[in-house]
T-cell receptor, first 113, second 112 residues
Framework: DVKVTQSSRYLVKRTGEKVFLECVQD?????MFWYRQDPGLGLRLIYF???????EKGDIPEGYSVSREKKERFSLILESASTNQTSMYLC????????????FGSGTRLTVV | QKEVEQNSGPLSVPEGAIASLNCTYS??????FFWYRQYSGKSPELIMS????GDKEDGRFTAQLNKASQYVSLLIRDSQPSDSATYLC????????????FGSGTQLTVLP
């Protein structure tokens, strides 16, 4: 089974801190994604990547950046955390070709105080 | 207009009944459709995928797709309390290859 591992289950950070959320997948998937999930708003795509060194903005990229130096690792960076970034963050990966569903990590619950 | 719409619920059904979950999407060119189940405090897990018009059955789950009506549904037969979860509809739209767009989910409760 594909495993997608997110490094932290719960995080509490202070406003203005730089925050790194790490995601690693073990099945050589090309595609990786970062979503945030908020009550009533569902899952919203922040950034995605189809290959190493490649990144594309999703629907809500403001305040975030990403890094993909290795195929298996996709990091989400909050440059200067704000309270409105308090959320559940979900990483996912998927196989080629297009049209396959995603496998999600267990999520990181981030609280910014 | 949201691209993928679901009734948020909550939807309650008695144990043993059929639960019917519905989803509409706005992009007529969409090709791939998925249902995810998400238990409280857990991440979504893929339970069904469907790509062609008609029905697709897997155990107690049946996905139905009608591209003309831009409608996809999930039926759960013989519902069990363990089916209580939020069900997310997700679509890969034309022009956004490999990106899933999710509905906001329908919360299902199966009453013993």
């Amino acid at each position: 089974d594909v495993k997608v591992t997110q490094s932290s289950r719960y995080l509490v950070k202070r406003t203005g801190e730089k925050v790194f959320l790490e995601c690693v997948q073990d099945m050589d998937h090309e595609n990786m994604f970062w979503y945030r999930q908020d009550p009533g708003l569902g899952l919203r795509l922040i950034y995605f990547s189809y290959d190493v060194k490649m990144k594309e903005k999703g629907d809500i990229p403001e305040g975030y950046s990403v890094s993909r130096e290795k195929k298996e690792r996709f990091s989400l960076i909050l440059e200067s955390a704000s309270t409105n970034q308090t959320s559940m963050y979900l990483c996912a990966s998927s196989l080629k070709p297009d049209g396959y569903g995603y496998t999600f990590g267990s999520g990181t619950r981030l609280t910014v105080v | 207009q949201k691209e993928v719409e679901q009734n948020s619920g909550p939807l309650s059904v008695p144990e043993g009944a059929i639960a019917s979950l519905n989803c509409t999407y706005s992009d007529r060119g969409s090709q791939s459709f998925f249902w995810y189940r998400q238990y409280s405090g857990k991440s979504p897990e893929l339970i069904m995928s469907i790509y062609s018009n008609g029905d697709k059955e897997d155990g107690r789950f049946t996905a139905q797709l009608n591209k003309a009506s831009q409608y996809v549904s999930l039926l759960i037969r013989d519902s069990q309390p363990s089916d209580s979860a939020t069900y997310l509809c997700a679509v890969i739209s034309s022009g956004s290859a490999r990106q899933l767009t999710f509905g906001s989910g329908t919360q299902l409760t199966v009453l013993p």
